[in-house]
């Protein structure tokens, strides 16, 4: 190297002086007395400090060492100002400086300290700045603040002292210390802004710098009012909290989950299952898990052990439920220490699931097995592997919850390896040259990282302590789609059409069932949704348990009160929410909202009280307004009746029901054709279709089949029973056939009515009604809900008040029955007002809404 | 300083040519246009690097027009340098003998802070006075402590950690020419001794063993030794450092250089999966002793430890517990030497007037004049017993048929008889110092004639061996 490159100055060393007059002597000299083979230039920065001294001290350096000591007095203006100016002065003044170092007047620096530095800095020309572990004079104590850098820790805790060497590029981009700071934590927030940039840091572990401690310090101050600074950081920094953010910093820097794989004897590290990850082999592993229990603080290992088949995960991909798998593991793994999940092909058209905390040797057929990486390294401490080999047995010692989830039959069943997979791992963990040397401390510093142990709590912080969905943002447009329960009934059809409905306009829907285990998941619910996932919380309750009412519906316990933290961790990843008659999900709207995600309530109708007073999702969502984004009505009536309710019109956003099932054109020639040439002298057939229950009517319907009989009237019951209650009357029940559930049979079915009843006493928009309509079946309907949206009377159907239902339905039927040329009349008039009905274009509006958001999101 | 240096006098440009005479004392700085900026006569740019605004003394006001320009600088004096008092200004516009009485009211400045810098530095110079006065006090309490501990405490160096050595495990191989280091698994503060373990000595006897403690922070080598390879033995090789180290703590690092024509092997303890802790990529850790004494203070050296290269040879020596740990029956009677953890003490049990003895291998050091120790019999009530010293040189272990040599005149102290349960002091005054290492002899017998029903527990403590230089101390 050159004379001339040797002597140039190519690191600036700021010292902010403020009221440290007498101990400013010992950082000059410190400075004054480094050994490198560069320049290292001083700038005093005296911030319009009271005391003489200060500035006598100053300018006897500088006179004594010109060229090498700067003197810059300037008005007081608080440690970040005063800083910014040295750094200023300094970059503008010695274009060769590559690097600043901040030294405060009050602490020393080793004689090789910057040599060191700026080798560290050359060495890693990826970091923008080189950070020192903290050994303190005056109250002794050594911080270790060594191990990766990590940004997610950093956003945190403070595991960057100001005391670093920070390159030129980082002030050129902009990246200055906030002078709003005025309390403290000023060089925290400087290294998240430098963060935010796009810049990281490295750790010195021998960096050679000293930090004079005190009982009284500004630090101390600082600490004081710590609350206040961290919410200010937070502010400004809102970004770096966001769980997106947050859930890619844990992917790269601090994996969640270490997956073995015992079919590829590899072990994957990663937050997001589905993604592709750091792979191991065991004995690397093996390092790392030892690394990490002789320093946690310093090396870092996943929170969460998984084992597991890749065969075995790629089935939980295809079932769509891979990430839903880890997040209820994970759950039921911070309770119990370990969890399990056994697989089995389940019934055709269900999936669910059940937990147990007493196996009863069940377990050992387990495919997945989770257990808490703190638990594991417990057990490798043990003496003896004989507790953690008894998971193997009926008598199985460690507390563990098995998770059993039933899979469409046709999965091909997998040998359940993961318990036997896992205490062969850790025989193998037991058995590592490792072992006995880590668990011994051989660092003599204290490691300061704490949270480097259990990255994973710093997302749930941000949900409530809810277990975060291991689910990355992949550009993607996410929706969840929220039910209480998937039986049946219409409101899981409307949601079941509407997701089909959203993937055309181009989102991704997920499917969320939040109060039951178990349900009815047809292949083409599988088909539609990118994820199946169930809350499986025992403490949610879509009603009940409320304190107080709004417009005499009661908000539901768990809304106002309840711990949301479950729900929203399993929902924080999505873009929008949709709650279909989700209950007291409503009460985690406005937290959805606050994270970012776009909430709409779908609303289809208002149940009625034991007396008959209309009660239920329509008003708790008018109580949950503000909570929401959008409302999204099945019908214009109801869309008037939430105006009414005072919600604004700009956030209702109708989505009219329309037929369930698309019905191909030349099926629906065959049907008229068909419907065209029967015999008029035929029975009248005619129809009920859908659930047995005491909203739709039943009484009525009995009443009228009792009176309109063969050989004029040809009866069809086809149904089931989603809810409790009474028994069916007999009539009824000796017609039911069961429920039909694809297209072809509904189409079959509908093909085959002239008419179709329903008397219910309150309705939303049925979807029945639609597809009858759209095949030319008259229906006979109560006029309740927004069913007089679509039924005219006497124009394309038979519309009839609730009060003389049973005689009017007779005397429909009577008509119709005698006169086929009305029958055809209605039928045809009825086919054509449900030609135009289309769920795509009936979601348009709310998708061009909600897509409307994510560019207002993305240019704030 | 520099010897360029000159305080700064501040001009108007229009007062540049008139105030150049000024230049043989001072530097004129000359405001800009823009009223912010400064350049010297020759035009070039004067800022805070050449040490505006600390050196400037005064605003020299030749000319009418220099007034007004100096309410402006002083504004930026106070706003942009956070001076509270402003820029001074020195009004010569009515001057009669101009340049003689600027150079007055110049002088008259640089004399009222040459008084202000005559004020700091006696007070600086007091300071300091009262500075090294509390150091004198406080090193001469030091000395005191340190003093009472030798003479009172016997100061012995603590054995803080020990990597056990595993011989399951491949030692690890030094070539000719090979250069590890070991980081050591302990902090700086008080480290006295460093002890590695050969798995065998060298098979040539060429060449040395360099070892170099260093500490990481300060990048500093504090203690270095060398070690003839024909010195190597098998075993626990103790690397001791006069002084401990002091209370800074810094992580500290074993450098080892092999030097020899032979292969050298080192006893391994446990692997580790830090790799900071490992000596060579893949290799356990080696096995290691640390010794631990009061942070700063000097101890007596271990008679088994080696001193460091450049530290001055030792005055005294400890021959304490580890010695005696090491020690072996020269007795007939098997079993009639036991070291004691519970009395910290050597058992070298008589019978009878025969004599029981223990050998210390090498604890006679080159040197020493006086050895002293306390001796004991730990129980309550049986004979009095005979206690003393003897020196033997090293070599004369083989000669020996009998289980003692034959001790050379003045090589062996008097016999010190005690009854049970008494504690006193044993001294072994040698006329000449050691020329060469020896073994220690430690030597007990039931007094008079008597045979004991039991062996007796006689029991040596720790002792200090002395040069010539402090024997008189």
Redesign the interface.
């Known amino acids: 190297m050159s004379a001339e490159v040797l002597s140039r100055d190519r690191v600036a060393v700021v010292v902010p002086i403020y009221r440290h007059s007498a101990l400013l002597i010992e950082a000059i000299e410190s400075v004054l007395a480094q ?1 490198a083979e560069f320049g290292i230039v001083l700038i005093l920065v ?3 400090c009271p005391f003489a001294e200060t ?2 001290t ?2 006897d350096y ?3 060492h ?2 090498r000591v ?7 203006g608080g440690l970040s100002d005063t800083r910014n100016r040295g750094i200023r ?1 300094a970059l503008e ?1 010695f274009p060769e400086v590559e690097a600043v170092y901040l030294l405060d007047a009050d602490n020393r620096l ?3 300290a910057l040599a ?1 530095a700026l080798a560290a800095l050359e060495a890693h020309p990826e970091a923008g700045w080189v950070y020192p572990n903290i ?1 303190m ?1 005056g109250q ?1 104590y ?1 911080g270790d603040y060594g191990g990766p850098y990590s940004q997610l820790l950093h956003a945190q805790m403070n595991i960057c002292e100001a005391g670093s060497l920070i390159r030129r590029a980082v002030f050129e981009a902009g990246v200055v210390f906030d002078t709003s700071f005025r309390k403290g934590f000023e060089d925290w927030e400087f290294f998240l802004s430098a963060a935010a940039a796009g810049f990281t840091g490295v750790n010195l ?4 710098f000293l930090y004079r401690k005190r009982p009284e310090s500004m630090l101390r101050e600082a600490e004081r009012e710590g609350a206040a600074i961290r919410l200010a950081m937070r502010e400004k920094h809102r970004e770096a909290f966001r769980p997106a953010m947050l859930m890619r910093l844990e992917q790269a820097e601090a994996p969640r989950f270490a997956i073995y794989l015992s079919d590829r004897d590899e072990v994957a590290l990663s937050s997001d299952p589905g993604q592709e990850t750091e792979r191991l082999s065991p004995e690397a592993f093996s ?2 898990i ?2 990490s ?3 946690p603080s310093r ?1 870092p290992s996943p929170p969460f052990m998984v084992v597991a088949t890749e065969a075995g995960l790629e089935q939980l991909e295809a079932a769509k439920m891979l990430h839903w798998a880890f997040w209820a593991l994970e759950a039921a793994a911070d309770q119990k220490g370990i969890s399990a999940l056994l697989l089995q092909p389940g019934s055709e058209g269900r999936a669910g699931l059940s937990q147990s905390d007493r196996p009863e040797g069940r377990q050992v057929l387990a495919n997945v097995l989770m257990i808490r990486t703190a638990l594991l390294r417990e057990t490798l401490q043990d003496e003896s592997a004989a507790w953690i080999n008894s998971l193997a047995s009926a008598a199985c010692q460690p507390a563990i919850r098995l998770l059993e989830l039933n899979l469409p039959p046709q999965s091909a069943p997998i040998a359940g390896t993961a318990v036997f997979s896992f205490l062969s791992m850790v025989q193998r963990l037991r058995a590592s ?2 072992r ?3 668990m ?1 401390q ?4 204290k490691g300061d990282i704490a949270i480097r142990e259990a990255p994973h709590l710093i997302l749930r912080r941000e949900l409530s302590d809810g277990v975060a969905y291991p689910r990355l943002r992949d550009g993607g447009r996410h929706v969840g789609i929220l039910l209480p329960l998937i039986e049946f009934g219409g409101v899981e059809k409307v949601a079941l059409n509407f997701v089909r409905a959203l993937r055309s306009w181009g989102f991704e829907p997920h499917l969320f069932v939040l109060e039951r285990s178990d349900a009815a998941i047809s292949d083409e619910w599988r088909a539609l949704v990118g994820s199946i996932n169930f809350l499986a919380d025992p403490a949610f309750r879509a009603w009940g348990g409320g304190q107080g009412a709004y417009l005499g519906t009661e908000v539901p316990g768990w809304a106002q009160d309840g711990a949301h933290g479950r729900l929203l961790g399993m929902l924080h990843w999505l873009d929008v929410v949709i709650s279909f008659h989700g209950g007291a999900a409503a009460g985690v709207m406005g937290q959805l909202r606050r994270l970012g995600i776009q909430t709409v309530s779908s609303l289809h109708l208002s149940d009625l009280s034991a007396f008959g007073r209309p009660v239920g999702n329509t008003y708790l969502s008018a109580a949950y307004e503000h909570a929401f984004d959008y409302f999204a009505p099945c019908s214009h009536q109801l869309a008037d009746w939430c105006h009414a309710m005072g919600i604004p019109q700009d956030k209702i956003v109708a989505v009219p029901n329309a037929p369930s099932f698309p019905l191909p054109a030349e099926i629906a020639q065959a049907s008229l054709r068909q419907r065209a040439g029967r015999d008029p002298a035929e029975p009248l057939r005619v129809m009920y279709l859908g659930r047995l229950d005491a909203q739709k009517g039943l009484e009525r319907l009995a009443e009228v089949m009792t009176s309109a009989e063969a050989p004029r009237f040809d009866w069809r019951v086809i149904g089931g029973a989603v809810m409790a209650g009474a028994p069916l009357p007999a009539v009824v029940a000796r017609h039911v056939e069961p429920v039909l559930t694809s297209p072809e049979e509904l189409i079959a079915a509908y093909d085959w009515a002239d008419v179709l009843v329903l008397l219910s006493g309150y309705e939303g928009l049925p979807l029945t009604i639609l597809e009858a309509m759209r095949q030319g079946v008259v229906v006979i309907a109560t006029d309740v809900g927004a069913v007089s949206e679509v039924l005219h009377d006497g124009e394309n159907g038979v519309l009839l008040p609730l009060e003389g239902a049973v005689l009017g339905c007779l005397s429909a039927l009577d008509r119709l029955s005698r006169d086929r040329a009305l029958l055809r009349r209605l039928s045809e008039r009825a086919r054509a007002d449900m030609n135009a009905r289309d769920w795509v274009e009936a979601v348009r509006p709310l998708a061009q809404r909600l897509q409307a958001g994510f560019k207002s999101a993305a240019q704030k | ?2 010897e ?2 000159k305080p700064i006098v501040i001009v108007v440009n229009s007062d540049a040519k008139s105030a150049s005479f000024l230049s043989a004392i001072a530097q004129v700085a000359v405001i800009g246009a823009d009223d912010r900026t400064f350049c010297d006569l020759e035009g070039n740019l004067i ?3 050449q ?1 505006l ?3 400037v003394l005064c605003f020299l006001a030749l000319s009418r027009s220099a007034l007004e320009a100096h309410a402006i600088a002083d504004r930026l004096w ?6 509270a008092d402003g820029l001074d200004l020195e009004d010569h516009t009515r001057a009669r003998n101009r340049e003689a009485e600027v150079f007055a009211a110049i002088a008259r400045r640089l004399s009222s802070q040459l008084r ?1 810098s005559h004020a ?1 530095k006696t007070r600086l110079m007091r300071e300091v006075a009262l500075l090294r006065r509390d150091h004198d006090n406080m090193q001469g309490a030091f000395a005191s402590l340190e003093a009472y501990f030798h003479r009172i405490v016997r100061s012995e160096r603590s054995l803080t950690m020990t990597l056990s050595p595993d011989p399951g495990l491949p030692a690890l191989s030094l070539r000719p020419g090979d250069e590890i280091e070991q ?1 050591l ?4 503060p008080g480290l006295s001794d460093i002890g590695i373990c050969l798995r065998s000595a060298p098979v040539s006897g060429a060449g040395s063993l360099r070892v170099t403690l260093e500490l ?4 500093e080598a504090v203690a270095d030794w060398v070690i003839p390879a024909h010195q190597l033995t098998e075993g626990w090789l103790r690397l001791s450092l006069a002084r401990a180290l002091g209370p ?4 500290a690092v074993l450098r080892l250089v092999w030097e020899g024509e032979s292969e050298l092997r080192l006893m391994p303890s ?5 790799p900071r ?1 490992t000596p060579r990529s893949g290799a ?2 080696l096995a290691l002793r640390l010794w631990k004494f009061v942070p700063g203070t000097q101890a007596a050296l271990p008679v088994d430890g080696h001193p460091a290269q450049l530290a001055p040879m030792p005055d005294e020596w400890n021959i304490g517990l580890s010695a005696l740990r090491r020690a072996q029956n020269a007795s007939p009677e098997p079993g009639a030497v036991e070291f004691s953890d519970l009395r910290t003490g050597l058992f070298v049990r008589p019978k009878s007037e025969a004599v029981a003895a223990a050998r210390i291998d090498g604890a006679g050091r080159p040197g020493m004049v006086h050895i002293f120790g306390g001796v004991k019999t730990e129980q309550e009530a049986g004979p009095e017993v005979e206690y003393a010293y003897a020196l033997a040189p090293a070599n004369a272990r083989k000669r020996v048929a009998s289980h003692l040599p034959q001790f050379d005149q003045g090589r062996v102290s008097d016999w010190l008889r005690l009854p049970p349960n008494e504690w006193r002091e044993l001294h072994l005054f040698l006329d000449q110092p050691l020329a060469e290492p020896h073994d220690l002899y430690l030597l007990s017998r039931v007094a008079g004639k008597s045979v004991a029903p039991a062996p007796v527990e006689a029991c040596f403590f720790r002792m200090i061996g002395k040069t010539a230089k402090v024997a008189a101390e």
């Open positions: 050994e005296n911030d319009g500035e006598a100053c300018l500088a006179r004594a010109p060229g700067i003197y810059l007095p300037k008005p007081n002065f003044t080793r004689p090789k060191r050994d004079f002794r050594a572990e021998d960096f050679g390092q790392r030892w690394l229990q002789s320093d090396h040259p490792w006995r040397g880590a011994m051989l660092g003599w510093r | 300083m520099d360029s240096w800022g805070p690097a040490g605004p600390g050196d106070r706003v942009e340098f956070g001076v202000r700091g980081r698994p302990a902090d700086s990481l922070e300060d990048g800074d703590p810094q992580t446990m692997p580790h999966p830090d802790f356990p850790m």
